[in-house]
């Protein structure tokens, strides 16, 4: 089975926005974004997902990132 990948850091530096920054207009800590943005999560809230879109102005799919295991054909 594949997994779900999250590339938040790699829109951050395509919107030059900071983790405080960002952490601040999507009201979470930044130890929790930070976690989310480094792939140490293993859920994240809808809710916290819409916010980080609506705050970087893209959707879910510019974040969320889909990757087969390498068994897979």
């Given amino acids: 089975m594949g ?6 850091d790699r829109m951050m530096v395509e919107r030059k926005i900071s983790l405080n920054e960002l952490a601040q207009r999507v009201g979470i800590s930044n130890v929790n974004l930070s976690k989310i943005k480094n792939n140490k999560v ?3 809230r809808f809710s916290t997902l819409a916010a980080i879109c609506e705050a970087l102005d893209c959707g879910a799919s510019d974040i969320l990132e889909y990757q087969k295991d390498e068994d897979e054909g």
């Fill in 3 to 8: 997994r779900i990948v999250l590339r938040l």
């Fill in 42 to 44: 293993t859920a994240i």
